[in-house]
T-cell receptor, first 116, second 110 residues
Framework: GAGVSQSPRYKVAKRGQDVALRCDPI?????LFWYQQALGQGPEFLTY????????KSGLPSDRFFAERPEGSVSTLKIQRTQQEDSAVYLC??????????????FGDGTRLSIL | GENVEQHPSTLSVQEGDSAVIKCTYS??????FPWYKQELGKGPQLIID?????GEKKDQRIAVTLNKTAKHFSLHITETQPEDSAVYFC?????????FGTGTRLKVLA
């Protein structure tokens, strides 16, 4: 597709359930990022992939959060044993070149996660 | 740690007037400064960016200025239109990750 695609757009889960969020980056983009956006706030960095390698996961809030990009294209963000504080919009972004580099990040429309 | 402050949090202007949003960053290693527009239910959309070796950049009604010494950068929108109403985020990047500001909700009154 022409842009970054995320699915599902909305996800409602009960506290304690596991969820999986999918990101399809722009074709050929090497770098992939996940951000968490709380209501009324700016996006906050979670993790960064260069191809299939996860180079930075320093922003993941806890060990319940796990991200993968096994073939260097599609990525999945998994949250285990969800808590209410996990409720947020999860944004995926991709960039054409390896960092550091001058290419901007292009964002998907996000997955809005609500934990009941 | 790395931080980006953004002001104001809300801004209302009359259609046709100018709007200015200001950001300050803390990491002196930051070298790239994008601005994003986010509409309700959508992801952030890049509207303009500036690199640390440039002081000013303009694209039609939108301009960005950068003062590296003061670690300030600003977004200027001229001749505002109702469709400019949205939330605007500034960001600063060092090696790869963006540090975002807290956003400015711009309302353009017709």
């Amino acid at each position: 597709g022409a842009g970054v695609s995320q699915s599902p757009r909305y996800k409602v889960a009960k506290r304690g359930q596991d969820v999986a969020l999918r990101c399809d980056p722009i074709s050929g983009h090497v770098s992939l990022f996940w951000y968490q956006q709380a209501l009324g706030q700016g996006p906050e960095f979670l993790t960064y992939f260069q191809n299939e390698a996860q180079l930075d996961k320093s922003g993941l809030p806890s060990d319940r959060f796990f991200a993968e990009r096994p073939e260097g294209s599609v990525s999945t963000l998994k949250i285990q044993r969800t808590q209410q504080e996990d409720s947020a919009v999860y944004l995926c972004a991709s960039s054409a070149f390896r960092a550091p580099g001058g290419q901007p990040q292009h964002f998907g429309d996000g997955t809005r996660l609500s934990i009941l | 740690g790395e931080n980006v402050e953004q002001h104001p949090s809300t801004l209302s202007v009359q259609e046709g007037d100018s709007a200015v949003i200001k950001c300050t960053y803390s990491d002196s290693a930051s070298n790239y400064f994008p601005w994003y527009k986010q509409e309700l239910g959508k992801g952030p959309q890049l509207i303009i960016d500036i690199r640390s070796n440039v002081g000013e950049k303009k694209d039609q009604r939108i301009a960005v200025t950068l003062n590296k010494t003061a670690k300030h950068f600003s977004l200027h929108i001229t001749e505002t239109q109702p469709e400019d109403s949205a939330v605007y985020f500034c960001a600063a990047r060092g090696t790869y990750k963006y540090i975002f500001g807290t956003g400015t909700r711009l309302k353009v009154l017709a």
